[in-house]
């Protein structure tokens, strides 16, 4: 994956992380605090089962290699 195309990726990812959360912040209250409430959440709710996985997939290749 050449760095224009992981570009691309990380900025459509961001693109629609910013749209959830955008809708999701706007239903309650319009306002900023609302709005990085949101966002850290849904980072949290995206980002932990992330890291679980990479992790498994990380200890599972290291035992592999042993």
Do not use: N
């Not at 990085?36 to 290699?65: D, E, H, S």
Request: aromatic residues 12%; contains cysteine.
């Amino acid at each position: 994956m050449t760095k224009t195309e992981l570009a691309i990726a990380v900025s459509l990812i961001i693109a629609g992380l910013l749209c959830l959360t955008m809708s999701g912040g706007l239903l309650f209250d319009p306002g900023s605090a609302s709005f990085f409430g949101t966002f850290v959440q849904v980072c949290l709710w995206m980002g932990l089962p992330l890291l679980t996985v990479g992790i498994v997939y990380w200890r599972v290749g290291w035992k592999k290699k042993r």
